[in-house]
């Protein structure tokens, strides 16, 4: 069982940068694959980014590849999202999920969620 809490969404212009942080409790970090989704109003709730327990692989989703970053710091129970060149499309709530199986793009394979971030891109 982990706990998990997002930090540093907030509002940002267009072309900006912001870095979200996912504090997770627990010893087990480092054995669980870390992935970031998003949810945009009225919208499906869409992988954006992964990685693997060790760091070692990491997926991203076209819409964010280029742009996004995700990172872990496993001492620190911390995975990292960078995020580059926002775009107005960018705008969502943001979550962070553990997953006991392989790195996944699926929702459905992560079992522990935070509470999500706002992440406000303006125009």
């Known amino acids: 069982q982990v706990q998990l809490v997002e930090s540093g969404g907030g509002l940002v212009q267009a072309g900006g940068s912001l870095r979200l942080s996912c504090a997770a409790s627990?010893?087990?970090?480092?054995?669980?694959?870390m992935g970031w989704f998003r949810q945009a109003p009225g919208k499906e709730r869409e992988f954006v980014e992964a990685i693997s327990s060790s760091g070692g692989s990491t997926y991203y989703a076209d819409s964010v590849k280029g742009r996004f970053t995700i990172s872990r710091d496993n001492a620190k129970n911390t995975v990292y999202l960078q995020m580059n060149s926002l775009k107005p499309e960018d705008t969502a709530v943001y979550y962070c999920?553990?997953?006991?199986?392989?790195?996944?793009?699926?929702?459905?394979?992560?079992?522990?969620w935070g509470q999500g971030t706002q992440v406000t891109v303006s125009a």
């Open positions: 627990g010893r087990t970090f480092s054995s669980y694959a």
């Open positions: 999920a553990a997953g006991f199986s392989a790195t996944s793009t699926n929702p459905r394979m992560y079992n522990y």
